[in-house]
């Protein structure tokens, strides 16, 4: 069901054709950041997340600082009937210049340790929607000869890191995904990119089981700061490559995972990251048992 925001209407509209852009995951982290942006160069918004307060909130905070038409769909991505419901209001758009699939999760863990059903949830919130979604909003792109679709992917695609199967999995496939749909469809003048960032100081490290306390690690060197993802995305979208990597280390990195000897390296500092986190959390979580027995005694 659309919400609108002032506007009254419960169909999309622009004053400026190609000017609406469509954001999943809008209210934190990447997201917000393109909502920002692309709020400041004119494009009126149409939002689409889990949280209705959060959603509210946003929306309002873009109204008032940017004078832009914004409205929200309330959705959780990772039911599937909720994708069908968003790709059904994304066909009746018009107009639309620009869809940002974002929304994503990750679970840090071992394949065989992490529920099975929480990992194929990701099938839904970083393949299917965004598959279901960019065929919805395509036909309205090609009547325009005019559109860009930025797909979130990650730099964790390119490797094969231990606790991150499904993640880097999923990721992987939207960059196929967006390299084989660019080359069907650039006939048209619609551009598709893979936004592939590496390490981003957002909340989604810190709301991952034993990310937190890794991230704590990781060197300045290998952070890219949200504007500098959202900037050098939008300054590539004209750009032939389908893959966008921002940061110049990450860069340099994604070709010295292509050698098999550093490649193997880095998988091995993975999974000794893997077992040290799993180790840490078990300690933590035995000395909480502990004191929880003392407590009821």
């Not at 999309?12 to 609406?20: G, H, R």
């Not at 839904?124 to 009547?143: D, E, G, Q, Y």
């Not at 690690?217 to 979208?237: G, H, M, Y």
């Amino acid at each position: 069901m659309l919400l609108p925001l002032k506007t009254g209407k419960t169909k999309i509209m622009t004053d400026n054709p190609n000017k609406l852009a469509v954001i999943t995951g809008p209210t934190s982290g990447i997201g917000l950041a393109f909502a920002h942006k692309l709020a400041q160069k004119g494009y009126h918004l149409l939002l689409i997340g889990r949280s209705k307060d959060k959603l509210e909130h946003t929306s309002q905070l873009l109204i008032d600082e940017y004078n832009i038409t914004v409205n929200y769909l309330v959705a959780d991505l990772s039911n599937e009937n909720d994708i069908l419901t968003i790709e059904e209001s994304l066909k009746r758009l018009e107009n639309i210049e620009l869809l940002i699939n974002n929304a994503g999760f990750g679970i840090a863990g071992f394949f065989m340790e992490i529920s099975l059903e929480e990992q194929l949830k990701m099938l839904n919130v970083h393949i299917a929607s965004t598959i279901r979604f960019s065929k919805a909003v395509l036909p309205a792109m090609i009547r325009q000869r005019n559109g860009y679709i930025i797909n979130l992917a990650s730099f964790a695609a390119f490797m094969e890191l231990p606790g991150s199967v499904m993640y880097s999995t999923t990721k992987a496939a939207i960059i196929k995904f967006s390299q084989t749909l660019q080359a069907e469809i650039s006939k048209y003048g619609i551009k598709v990119q893979a936004l592939s960032p590496g390490f981003t100081p957002t909340a989604f490290h810190a709301s991952i089981k034993r990310e937190a306390e890794f991230v704590d690690r990781v060197p300045w060197f290998l952070w890219t700061p949200i504007q500098k993802v959202v900037d050098t995305s939008l300054a590539r979208l004209n750009n032939k490559d389908v893959i966008c990597i921002p940061g110049s280390f990450n860069n340099l990195l994604f070709w010295i995972n292509k050698v098999p000897v550093l490649s193997k390296l880095i998988q091995y500092i993975a999974a000794k990251r893997q077992k040290e986190q799993a180790g840490y959390t078990a300690v933590i979580a035995h000395k909480s048992i502990q004191k929880t027995a003392a407590a009821a005694r």
